[in-house]
């Protein structure tokens, strides 16, 4: 029986929620807290799948988005708005134009070897 309390707690409640609905999917923005208080977010698209029967099942996907990384997830979100906005062409905080956002430089692994 405690077994199943200290399961019960791993679900959290959340303290905050927005939800978007677009079309078939709807998109949950929740906020919730940890045993020790700190907050995360949770963001889970939920879709209608339908079957030939007319029947439907529903699929979640999740992504949990820890205190630590919320700028660097704003900071990405931004720029790829920013570079639909403006109709492809991609604009670092240097201001220099760049048509391809995901240059990679070329790394041998054996330059990786200490």
């Known amino acids: 029986m405690e077994e199943l309390k200290d ?16 079309g078939k999917r709807t998109y949950y923005f929740d906020v919730k807290e940890t045993r020790k208080g700190e907050r995360y977010i949770t963001i889970t ?3 209608r799948r339908y079957n030939d029967d007319g029947s439907f099942k529903v699929e979640k996907h999740k992504i949990f988005l820890y205190k630590e990384d919320f700028d660097k ?7 790829i708005i ?16 760049k048509t391809k956002p995901d240059e ?7 330059d990786l070897n200490d």
């Open 7 to 22: 399961n019960s707690k791993k679900f959290r409640e959340n303290v905050f929620t927005k939800s978007v609905r677009a």
């Open 45 to 47: 698209e939920r879709k």
């Open 73 to 79: 997830f704003a900071d990405a979100l931004d720029d």
């Open 82 to 97: 920013d570079f639909i906005e403006v109709g492809g062409e991609y604009q670092d905080e240097d201001d220099e134009k």
């Open 104 to 110: 990679y430089s070329d790394v041998s692994f054996e």
